[in-house]
């Protein structure tokens, strides 16, 4: 009885009894006369005024109809139950709340995020949920917007997991700011829910209550919680996620769909070179492929994902190894993450889905998110999806309201519920099926023919591009666009009571068109130190070589330190480093290197694996990630490194170097 009383005063407007529960006459009496009041106003009073309008002064109860019709404007008594209190279980109540309505969320843990607790980190929350959040409570997007980090003002895209060279870059900012939209940010799911169910209220969210069944009678829903207790509304939203116990009542028993994909994610105390420039990258590979972004704070989140059957299990402490076997020939963006990363900080789970299904609901019964439309992440669209239908779902509700007061009708419910539905399901079922195809082109690409073709691999060797990697550029070339302007920008025109604007602090660098279309000017760009790190068989070289961007202070490169020369001298003692081997400067932003008629040469593996001789007396441009050895014999052989120092963390140049070494 006592946890009775307590729910009754988190949210009175609800009726709730247990099994166990007896009641006092009085009690009895006042629960029937509510109940007996409810079926009155969801049935009986409006065909009393509309039958009765000559002798509405002689019938004291229709005098009582008409003062309960004109309260009724001001006031709305619609009991909303909402399964499930996630991302879209609290963004729905809180817009139904916005309306008006009565709502009370049940959630069986509200200190975990749903789906895989509270290790799921950030997640993207991209214009065209954000601009809901706005429709919706422009105070509440406000807060969410400060407490996350903007990634739409940055390059974003594909690329080559192994050379790390630009597949094709995505363009999320210009599709929000030419319609008046946020920008793309990324947030911590837990300060996310946080802001929500602080904005719906405490007084509406249950916690520890786990629904397991309910019941439709076609007047009202009586929804059962694990517990036994029970609680009966106007109508019921399934927002319990992708196990929904709602759906498996509402549509029938039916098993997520494993995607073939297994992934691990970690969160990294990690700042990468061009953090200013690249807010998120997907790294393509065969049967493989690699997700990172900026989550701000000096933290880089990463999805690494695998093709493989579900189920499997890494051994203890085991699975940055596994991670680094998997991952082995990647590009330094992907490796450099990984070493990174904590053991403990990495987790793993199978990814699922659900298949569309045109049917959301029946009766008084709808479904909302992953509980509906799961969907694979990889366009970031699961939660935003979410996002709308709690919008559209209070929107529909609001209008049948709206149309009941006008025309001194009860509500239609069902009818509203259908309406939200309709709205929803095209759009949702083509963004699920693009986050289907995105995990297809991300792990069957092949940069070069023979990849994945056993016997003939060794075909790889000659660096002949794939066929499908051609084609894809120009499909992805022409698509993309359009699919982004659809996808962020789609639903924005439709958000009543949200006036198009964009905020001042959504700008991106004057210079993000020029990164977009020069991969030079996006490299010049880079804010980091550079190094030289010795890698391989390079027992000549004794240190990591610190590069300074000072262009009155070059580098010589000889067997012999040269005291007189008027910068760095670095002493390599190799048979093949000549006395005066090579020289390195800088400018313009890029660094170059210049050999001086050295006897065994210069040599540079560029990313792509081209491993080519440096004119003599000619400057050569080297990249981050190339390879750069004095001699031909590997034995004074570097990997060019840029890094940026974590922010508030100061380090002398020995630190740095140490820094890096241990990475």
């Not at 028993?253 to 061009?274: F, K, L, N, Q, R």
């Not at 082995?328 to 900080?345: F, Q």
């Not at 210069?602 to 491993?611: M, P, Q």
Request: aromatic share 8%; hydrophobic share 35%.
């Amino acid at each position: 009885m006592g946890s009775s009383v307590l729910c009754n005063s988190l949210c009175p407007s609800v009726s709730i009894y247990s099994t166990t529960q007896k009641y006092s006459l009085l009690e009895k009496r006042h629960f029937l006369i509510q109940n007996s009041l409810f079926r009155n106003r969801r049935s009986g009073l409006s065909k009393l005024v509309v039958s009765n309008k000559l002798s509405v002064a002689e019938d004291p109860r229709a005098e009582e109809s008409e003062s309960f019709l004109k309260s009724r404007k001001q006031e709305k008594k619609l009991r909303i139950l909402v399964a499930g209190g996630g991302i879209g279980g609290l963004v729905f109540a809180l817009a139904a709340k916005k309306k008006g309505f009565e709502v009370l969320v049940f959630e069986r843990d509200l200190s975990a995020i749903r789906g895989e607790g509270q290790y799921r980190g950030p997640i993207q929350i991209q214009s065209n949920a954000l601009a809901a959040l706005e429709a919706i409570d422009m105070s509440v997007a406000d807060e969410i917007m400060q407490a996350g980090c903007v990634t739409g003002d940055r390059i974003n895209g594909l690329v080559d997991g192994i050379s790390g060279s630009w597949y094709c870059k995505f363009d999320t900012f210009t599709p929000a700011v030419e319609r008046g939209l946020p920008v793309t940010r990324v947030i911590s799911r837990m300060t996310l829910q946080q802001i929500l169910a602080s904005a719906v209220g405490s007084e509406s969210i249950l916690n520890e209550s786990n629904v397991v069944n309910y019941d439709d009678d076609g007047k009202k829903v009586t929804l059962k919680l694990e517990n036994g207790t029970i609680y009966e509304g106007d109508l019921l939203v399934g927002a319990d996620g992708i196990r929904s116990k709602v759906r498996q009542k509402l549509l029938g028993p039916g098993e997520a769909v494993y995607s073939g994909y297994t992934c691990y994610t970690g969160i990294a105390d990690y700042v990468p070179a061009d953090i200013k420039t690249v807010g998120y990258r997907v790294f393509l590979g065969h049967k493989q492929y690699f997700v990172s972004s900026d989550v701000g704070g000096g933290k880089m989140q990463w999805y690494g994902f695998h093709y493989e059957p579900p189920g499997g299990l890494d051994s203890p402490n085991g699975k940055k190894e596994r991670l680094l076997q998997i991952f082995d020939g990647w590009c330094d963006n992907v490796i450099d993450l990984l070493l990174a990363t904590d053991e403990e900080a990495i987790l793993r789970r199978d990814i699922y889905d659900r298949s569309p299904s045109w049917s959301w609901g029946k009766g008084l019964v709808t479904l909302l998110g992953d509980s509906v439309h799961a969907m694979q992440p990889n366009l970031g669209q699961g939660g935003c999806m979410a996002i709308e239908d709690g919008y559209q779902l209070a929107l529909e509700l609001h209008k049948a309201w709206s149309r009941s007061t006008e025309s001194v009708k009860p509500i239609d419910i069902a009818p509203a519920l259908r309406r939200y539905e309709d709205a929803r399901k095209l759009r949702v079922a083509v963004i699920h099926g693009l986050a289907r195809m995105a995990a297809m082109m991300a792990s069957t690409y092949k940069a070069y023919l023979g990849v994945g073709l056993g016997p003939l691999e060794f075909l790889t060797k000659y660096r002949i591009p794939h066929p499908g990697r051609v084609g894809g550029r120009v499909f992805i070339d022409i698509g993309m666009p359009l699919m982004l302007s659809w996808v962020l920008g789609g639903n924005g025109s439709k958000l009543e009571g949200r006036v198009l604007h964009c905020r001042l602090s959504d700008r991106a660098d004057d210079q993000l068109r020029t990164w977009f279309e020069d991969n030079d000017a996006l490299e010049r760009a880079l804010d980091a130190d550079w190094f030289l790190f010795p890698i391989g068989d390079s027992t000549a070289a004794s240190g990591t070589i610190f590069l300074s961007r000072d262009e009155k202070k070059p580098y010589v490169i000889g067997s012999v330190t040269h005291s007189s020369f008027a910068g760095f001298s670095i002493a390599i003692p190799s048979p093949q480093v000549s006395k005066i081997h090579a020289r390195i400067n800088h400018k313009d932003g890029a660094f170059f290197v210049t050999d001086l008629r050295s006897e065994h040469g210069t040599w540079i593996t560029d990313n792509e694996g081209r491993r080519y001789r440096a004119s003599p007396n000619f400057p050569t441009r080297f990249r981050p990630t190339d390879t750069i050895e004095f001699g031909s014999d590997k034995k004074a052989c570097f990997r060019v490194k840029a890094m940026r120092i974590p922010p508030g963390k100061k380090m002398d140049e020995d630190e740095v170097v140490q820094e890096l070494a241990e990475r």
